[in-house]
């Protein structure tokens, strides 16, 4: 990424599949009504692009929706030039003003302290993913994503995205650039995408995610694509989400059969002030599609409110109706 942040594993994960159960788990019986996040789609709040331009407009207590500000479909990634990683600067644990980026954050009351018998399966493949510095980014420590599909294997490396055949391991696509996905989308996605980027599997669907952060100096947006099959070179509908003015730092995502759910850790525009960790729920359905889509979230937690990564299904079993939430 450009912007450096702390990315230290000491920070608590509190792991949810609901943005209602999220805000049950934070303020507790007895403290303030808390409003429920569902995925767009389950209600009928609707806000056009126009009018969350600015950031999401409150629809009701609590409850903030926005637009995508645009959205396309891409020619096939193979089709198109393959862009080469950009030269980004080492990350560093602090800002350039020396304010720790860190969060503060809570004991672990149940972290593990005994190790567990080793019950690790051989594995079926073995083979060279991106090599480092090989997307031309000495980061400490790099962003490093991967997602099997249902025949290739993704890998992600700060700016570096490459595509795998999951049989052979042989490479089919890069490495190239994450940003050939946003070639001709315009505006910040194509031209001020900033790192921090995640791919995801969607397997009931068989798609791909891959997503981005951007803006015009703070990442305000995330920049998230959804492929058209389960072939990660072909065309992908592509979408730029206006979240927020603030610095939407580490954004990290999971599928849901009800939607996409991001968690973000939110500074103010300079990045120099923590407001704590803040939900995102992206329509799935409509994306999906290629549909013009809305998100739900909320405002930022607060700076005592530890940060947390959503809950991210695997296999094509999907959860019982309305698990794990709960309003």
């Known amino acids: ?39 767009p789609g389950a209600d009928h709040f609707s806000v056009s692009a126009e009018a969350s331009a600015k950031g999401p407009v409150e629809v009701s207590p609590g409850v903030l ?18 862009k080469p990683p950009r030269a980004l600067p080492a990350e560093d644990e602090e800002d350039e003003g020396g304010a720790d980026r860190e969060s503060p954050h809570a004991v672990d009351t149940v972290v593990q302290t005994v190790q567990a018998a080793p019950a690790m399966p051989s594995a079926g493949l073995n083979f060279d993913g991106i090599a480092f510095p090989g997307v031309t980014c000495f980061c400490a420590p790099p962003d490093t ?11 992600i490396v700060n700016d570096g995205y490459q595509v795998f055949s999951k049989t052979t391991g042989a490479s089919v696509y890069g490495p ?21 980027p995640v791919v995801l ?44 003015s603030n610095f939407m730092d580490y954004p990290h995502g999971g599928v849901w059969p009800d ?19 803040q939900p995102v729920v992206f329509d799935r359905t409509r ?6 889509a809305t998100f739900q979230t909320t405002s930022p937690l607060g700076s005592f409110t530890d940060p947390f990564l959503p809950a991210d299904l695997d296999g094509s079993t999907a959860p019982p109706a309305g698990a794990p939430r709960r309003s």
């Open 201 to 244: 599997y969607d397997q009931l669907a068989n798609r791909w995610l891959v997503s981005q952060f951007a803006g015009s100096g703070t990442p305000t947006d995330e920049c998230i694509a959804i492929s058209t099959t389960s072939d990660a070179t072909g065309a992908w509908y592509r979408y730029d989400f206006h979240i927020s």
């Open 176 to 196: 190239a650039s994450v940003a050939s996905i946003w070639q001709g989308f315009t505006g910040v996605c194509e031209t001020n995408g900033d790192g921090d």
């Open 1 to 39: 990424m450009l912007a450096a942040r702390s990315s230290r594993p000491a920070i608590f994960v509190l792991a949810v599949g609901g943005l209602a159960l999220l805000a049950a788990l934070l303020l507790g019986p007895g403290g303030p009504i808390n409003p429920r996040i569902d995925a």
């Open 259 to 277: 939607g996409y759910y991001f968690s973000f850790n939110v500074f103010n525009s300079s990045g120099s002030l923590f407001l704590g960790p």
């Open 145 to 155: 994503n991967g997602e099997v599909g249902a025949t290739q294997y993704v890998q």
């Open 287 to 292: 994306m999906l599609a290629g549909l013009s």
């Open 65 to 82: 929706v926005g637009a995508d500000q645009k959205h396309d479909k891409s020619k096939a990634l193979k089709d198109m030039p393959q």
